[in-house]
């Protein structure tokens, strides 16, 4: 990909513009970025999906025996012929594993490494259906298929954000509105990490959502570590050749503490234990 290519589906911006204005910084929609996309699926398809025992699908029931209530799948056609007329939501995972012509789009968002993309999830909602105000720790592309959808987004939210109790999902108690909008079939909506959001169907309709995932820093440090020591010993002491006369023997002196964290440091900055250590994780994620 071209970064200084304008491109159709980010609203002509180019992949450079999009990185350093939007990418984990604010949100942006444009109308009609994937007409096409809106009738890959069929909601019979959908549902169909998430009657296979390797398919992970989720229904939410808003107005369930409590409040948000989460059923996990696989389902049956029984159990869907008995679900309420409005306000729950259908949503499976990966649905781009299983339809090759779909993790096609996957393609247009190739500005971004591999490692760093997760797969589509397709959510169908009928009218009122929802997953209620929440935020993901990930950045994700919302595409809209058949039918239409109200997104509100929120402020920047973090884990002691107040959440409503008494339900699975991760539920805000509280969103302050700083956008309002409802797409129509094709439209892109794009959602930073960390902001809030509530998107909430108008009638009967289908999601596209591209994720992406970031793997957690301390299970990168394990890998590291264990690479540096595999590299360097693990008996390699630490050294002390510039020490001053001990004013108080019985104090850790910032002096100590500031040579031992450059030694540790030092032990870390090998770039090739570092690629030894992340290539063959990050290859997986990918």
Not at 38 to 62: K, T
Not at 166 to 171: K, V
Not at 190 to 204: I, L, R, T
Request: charged share 25%; with cysteine; hydrophobic share 40%.
């Amino acid at each position: 990909m071209n970064p200084d290519t304008p491109l159709p589906h980010l609203g002509g911006l180019t992949a450079t513009e999009f990185l350093r204005d939007y990418w984990q910084k604010k949100p942006l929609l444009v109308r009609n970025a994937f007409p096409e996309l809106a009738y890959r699926l069929s909601p019979e398809d959908l549902m169909e999906l998430a009657q296979e025992d390797s398919v992970e699908a989720r229904i939410v029931l808003e107005k369930g025996k409590t409040p948000w209530e989460l059923q996990l799948g696989p389902f049956t056609e029984k159990f869907f012929k008995k679900l309420p007329k409005s306000h729950w939501t259908l949503l499976v995972q990966a649905v781009d594993h299983y339809l090759p012509e779909l993790a096609d789009y996957l393609e247009h968002f190739s500005f971004v490494p591999n490692w760093r993309i997760d797969d589509i999830m397709v959510s169908y909602a009928v009218e009122g259906g929802s997953v209620g105000p929440h935020y993901d720790q990930y950045d994700v592309f919302l595409i809209q298929g058949i039918g239409q959808r109200r997104w509100q987004l929120g402020q920047l939210c973090d884990e002691n954000s107040p959440r409503v109790s008494g339900t699975r999902l991760r539920i805000l108690q509280q969103m302050d509105v700083v956008f309002d909008e409802v797409v129509n079939a094709g439209d892109l909506l794009y959602v930073p990490p960390g902001m809030a959001h509530n998107g909430v169907a108008q009638n009967e309709c289908m999601t596209f959502s591209v994720g992406f995932r970031a793997p957690v820093l301390a299970h990168l440090l394990e890998r590291v570590v264990d690479q540096v020591l595999e590299t360097n010993g693990s008996s390699r002491l630490a050294t002390d050749a510039d020490r001053q006369v001990a004013v108080h023997p019985g104090a850790l002196t910032d002096q100590d503490l500031d040579r031992l964290r450059l030694q540790l440091l030092g032990l870390l900055d090998d770039r090739e234990a570092f690629k030894a250590a992340l290539a063959p994780f990050l290859a997986l994620l990918g």
